[in-house]
């Protein structure tokens, strides 16, 4: 077993987790091809864990243990996997049918760079140009199976059926914020990462880097079932609809989460409702500690943790996410102090989990 005991760095959100991040966004995983993810993670986690294993369908699991009797088992879970297309009919040698993988809107895809399959062959989605199109055409949709990645010539020999492709947005640092593709959820695997190096010693961590959260939560069901923690944590990023309203004067009150309040904890999404010890572990632990947070407002949306707390005979769960804007696009927008705020609180609480948590009422 690993010591911890010469560390507790302040942490922050510096040039060494920006450039992780940078590697991690830019990197290729959309949900079934988690390949490029994987291997980063493997690397940064190898010396702060007393166990690492790859799953049958391909989820890291990691292992950190603790010291002292009574401790929990607390699991912490961040899906490696993104949104993007999958490559399923060649047309010519140039142009390619392709598929939605995750939930993207149809209206996000034309005219879009993306870069194909694991070398990362730069493509665009094409579409009509204006020139050519009637008004009609232009007030609806264009459906994606109407839509090619063109590749150009030469190029498209190397592409074949089954390829992922992504939009090809790098990741920008740029004043407070973080443009880039996939920060869902890679905010949240360069959270665990972090977390890992910090791991408190009063209970035994297990950080599960998801497979196939995107498609269904897949992943985390069989992550859960074999770590078999006494409760779960699912560390993600959710969407901050935070704009003002562009066709009314009145204040947007619809927000589910904004930027720079703080991570968000949840209590309720579509596909679970929090284990109410652990909103009160959150809440209180970042007024203690003098956190910002927010309370995600409920809604639709949904963790790893919808799969979690179903596992076995149930595992009490909650979600905690960083807020970012422009959720399942090709470029999305969030804060390095929300950031910054979700690891600290989450090493806060992590801190502050006690063997008998879990014993107390579950309201107070
Ligand atoms: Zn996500």
Redesign the pocket.
Known sequence: MTSNTAKKQPLKIGKEQLGLLEKLCNATAVSGDEQEVRQIVLEEVKNFADDVRIDALGNVLVTKNGLGKDRLRVMLAA?MDEIGMMIVKKHDDDLFQFEIVGGIDERQLPGKAVLVGKDHLPGVIGAKPIHKTTKSERNNKIDTASLRIDLGPEIGEKVKPGDRATFATRLKVTGPSIIAKAL??RLGVATLIELLKQAPDNIDLMAAFTVQ??VGLRGARVAAYALNPDLAIAV??TPAYDLPHWDAEDENTQYNTRLDCGPAIYVMDRATIADQRLVHLFVNTAKEANIPYQLRQPGGGG?DAGAIHRTRSGIPSISVSVPSRYAHTAAGLARIVDWENTVRLLDAALNNVTGGLLAGERRD
Do not use: L, Q
Request: charged share 50%.
């Open positions: 899906h869902d959820n959260e995107e993600d990023c963790t």
